[in-house]
């Protein structure tokens, strides 16, 4: 069975997400999906990158038991709320030619292990960057279009669900890793810098249609397997700077959030905020079944 650590992430997406849309889960024909490996279904496995799961452990609870190129032992939590909605059970990775527009038509995922807002950090492991994720959501619509038709489409785009969930690489992969980034910017003024490119792409989004859009918050980056265990002073405990700075930067998400449903006639934005329940999984793993807060990773 897959670990329970997915199904609560979907369950906070799920919630926030109807919370806002009210009745909305019988109106969406399809999910669109933007991030990084928290939401790639595979995409990584078709550019030459070093940041691939498409080998054993990874996808040993999938369907077949075969790595699929998820971050994950099974599915992603875009996967389950796809089923949730009444869609297929899993999201395809855009770049996987086991797929076509017919699939697409219903979920698509442009996400790409290694990415953040910030081009940088794409750059780090040779991903695909944000801004490239949304050249291909247009090649995509232009698809989409020639196998619906313009009417039809143009529906299924607005009333489709668009997910994304990116920002821990900007931190973890770049920011605290390299030098470029802080010799520019203090921490707080880097969150700003990336709230500005979130807010454009937000924004760009609307600008193609999107209506009903999740903005995924950061989790307990601190907590991350990798972050404790190089944490050797304090006994690899969390990192607690990098969750405060998670704080910090979800809150900004959230001013964001209310900026844009002011602003944009007709959206809805949410934020999708992992951060408590992944913090409780990882100071009460034993209340969450079968979870170890040793090895068990959130995916980045």
């Known amino acids: 069975m897959e670990r329970v650590r997915i199904p609560l992430l979907l369950l906070i997406q799920i919630i926030l997400t109807l919370l806002v849309i009210n009745g909305a889960e019988g109106k969406v024909p399809a999910i669109i999906v933007f991030g990084d490996s928290s939401v790639d279904a595979g995409n990584n496995n078709f550019i030459p990158t070093i940041a691939r ?3 054993a452990p990874y996808g040993r609870d999938y369907f077949g038991g075969r790595p699929t190129g998820r971050f994950s032992n099974g599915r992603v939590p875009t996967d389950f709320i796809s ?5 297929r059970p899993t999201v395809p ?5 086991a797929y076509n527009i017919s699939d697409f038509a219903v979920g698509v995922t442009f996400a790409s292990a290694g990415t953040g807002y910030d081009n940088a950090t794409s750059d780090v492991l040779s991903v695909i960057p944000l801004w490239k994720e ?14 619906l ?3 039809k489409a143009n529906e299924t785009l607005s009333e489709a669900l668009y997910l994304t969930s990116m920002g821990t690489n900007d ?3 770049n920011y605290y890793t390299l030098r470029g980034r802080r010799s520019q910017y203090n921490v707080d003024q880097y969150q700003s810098f990336l709230i500005g490119i979130a807010r454009n792409f937000v924004k760009t989004l609307y600008g193609l249609g999107a209506r009903k859009i ?8 601190g907590c991350l397997p990798l972050e404790r265990a ?5 006994g690899n405990k969390c990192v607690e700077s990098y969750n405060i700075v998670a704080l910090s930067f979800n809150d900004k998400l959230r001013g964001l959030v209310e900026e844009l449903n002011k602003q944009l006639p007709g959206v809805a934005v949410v934020l999708s905020n992992p951060y408590y329940v992944m913090l409780s999984m990882v100071r009460r793993p034993s209340s969450y079944g079968k979870f170890n807060k040793e090895t068990d990773t959130f995916g980045r």
Do not use: C, H, I, W
Request: hydrophobic letters at 35%; a positive charge; proline letters at 7%.
């Open 53 to 55: 799961s498409n080998f």
């Open 83 to 87: 089923q949730a909605f009444g869609l």
């Open 93 to 97: 990775a855009y770049l996987d030619p």
């Open 134 to 147: 949304v050249e291909n959501y247009k090649e995509y619509q232009k698809k989409l279009r020639a196998y």
């Open 149 to 151: 038709g313009d009417k």
């Open 171 to 173: 931190f973890l992969e």
């Open 214 to 221: 999740s903005l995924g918050g950061l989790p307990p980056m």
């Open 230 to 234: 190089t944490n050797f002073r304090n």
